[in-house]
């Protein structure tokens, strides 16, 4: 069996709603200061990483979530590889997962104005979808059809939810547990086969 390309994976920069514990899913909301150092810290990981691999940023595949939030991290770590900032791809696939009629809430918020369905998440967060919105299954099925599109090494960014779901499908983290990981900003996560290697 042929192995399966080397992703390079960046959750998005910090945003004004996750510094607010606010759900985002699908809106478009833009890095703030900080998550845009966060950004250029990651093109200084993987500048290092290719470095140290004797490898050369321009022989790898980019990718994006649509998001505004993905896309500026993008730009912001190719500009630190010294590559230009618009040559990448973006992928539908990527976006966020969505939290429907949630997005803009936070938990608190929830916990008051939707309890029963808050209660029902809490107790089995891998098969529950959100009014409007998609479960982590749902998300992780597309990661797998994404994943199984790469033909080369990839660098990709994109978001907490989707981080989870790759690594459910790629057998590092069991369902039940993905979606309690956190996947923190500023960090570079490598995925080679099954194994996950992190660098901060």
Not at 95 to 119: C, N, R, Y
Request: with cysteine; charged share 25%.
């Amino acid at each position: 069996m042929t192995a399966k390309p080397t992703v390079y994976y960046l959750r998005h920069g910090e945003t004004d709603w996750n510094v607010g514990g606010r759900l985002q899913g699908r809106r478009d909301i833009p890095l703030n200061a900080r998550g845009r150092g966060q950004a250029i810290h990651c093109g200084e990981i993987l500048r290092d990483l290719f470095a140290r691999d004797g490898r050369d940023p321009a022989n790898l595949d980019y990718v994006s979530s649509p998001l505004g939030r993905a896309t500026e991290t993008m730009e912001l770590a190719r500009t630190e590889l010294g590559l230009p900032a618009s040559g990448y791809a973006l992928d539908e696939r990527l976006a966020e997962l969505s939290f429907g009629d949630w997005e803009g809430f936070t938990i608190k918020q929830l916990h008051e104005h939707d309890p029963v369905h808050i209660s029902q998440r809490e107790h089995d967060k891998w098969h529950f979808v959100p009014p409007g919105g998609e479960s982590y299954k749902m998300v992780s099925a597309r990661m797998a059809q994404w994943h199984a599109s790469l033909t080369r090494d990839t660098v990709a960014t994109a978001h907490g939810g989707t981080a989870r779901g790759l690594m459910a499908h790629l057998g590092i983290a069991k369902p039940a547990a993905a979606p309690l990981l956190d996947i923190a900003q500023g960090v570079v996560y490598v995925f080679q086969g099954d194994k996950m290697t992190r660098y901060a």
